[in-house]
């Protein structure tokens, strides 16, 4: 089945740690997207990338990081910088033709 | 600039009655619009789409949409929800060349 293979679902880290979250596609999409949503603010754009080794900074991409060295993976690091990581994650492609976006199923990180 | 207000932040409705989620956009150009479902923990999965053609679509799980030009509206409808249709619902509007936006979301509550 094509989609999107976000991992780890559950992640838990101590205040100060690095953490990365993966996330995989097979639908042979160029665009690439992470989320990070928060009880009743919506989906807020982290990073976005329209191709391999390139990639921009969305709306809140303070203490964050990516990568795009693949087609398939868009993995997103979540820096000691970022101030308040507790958050609901979401990975993300885009149909070239409609712009319709398939969503991973998210990752829960908690800073302990 | 593109836009998308949705004007409820919850609805709540009875079973089996029906019920419209409303969903306002601003854009200067043509439009692709979404409505998409995210239950609780889970990713978003598209309800559906409107691209072109007629302002009337269906989509899964018995909803419907109508895109109103003049309006600038794309409300969201069901004649008769279900206790499994608990679930938050964002609108999301794409001019194709442009990032994907999405209104803050509408969280439907069925009561017995």
């Known amino acids: 089945d094509g989609g999107i293979t976000q991992s780890p679902k559950y992640l838990f880290r101590k205040e100060g740690q690095n953490v990365t979250l993966s996330c995989e596609q097979n639908?042979?999409?160029?665009?690439m997207y992470w989320y990070r949503q928060d009880p009743g603010q919506g989906l807020r754009l982290i990073y976005y990338?329209?191709?391999?080794?390139?990639?921009q900074k969305g709306d809140i991409a303070e203490g964050y990081s990516v990568s795009r060295e693949k087609k398939e993976s868009f993995p997103l690091t979540v820096t000691s910088a970022q101030k308040n990581p507790t958050a609901f994650y979401l990975c993300?492609?885009?149909?070239?033709?409609?712009?319709?976006?398939?969503f991973g199923e998210g990752s829960r990180l908690t800073v302990l | 600039a593109q836009s998308v207000t949705q004007l409820d932040s919850q609805v709540p409705v009875f079973e089996e009655a029906p019920v419209e989620l409303r969903c306002n956009y601003s854009?200067?150009?043509?439009?692709?619009l979404f409505w998409y479902v995210q239950y609780p923990n889970q990713g978003l999965q598209l309800l559906l789409k409107?691209?072109?053609?007629?302002?009337l679509v269906k989509g899964i799980n018995g909803f419907e949409a109508e895109f109103n030009k003049s309006q600038t509206s794309f409300h969201l409808r069901k004649p008769s929800v279900h206790i499994s249709d608990t679930a938050e619902y964002f609108c999301?509007?794409?001019?194709?060349?442009?990032?994907?936006?999405f209104g803050k979301g509408t969280r439907l509550h069925i009561l017995p």
């Open positions: 409107y691209l072109s053609g007629s302002t």
């Open positions: 639908l042979n999409h160029d665009a």
């Open positions: 990338s329209q191709i391999v080794n390139d990639f």
């Open positions: 993300a492609s885009s149909d070239p033709n409609t712009g319709e976006l398939f």
């Open positions: 854009s200067s150009v043509s439009v692709y």
């Open positions: 999301a509007v794409t001019n194709r060349d442009d990032k994907i936006i």
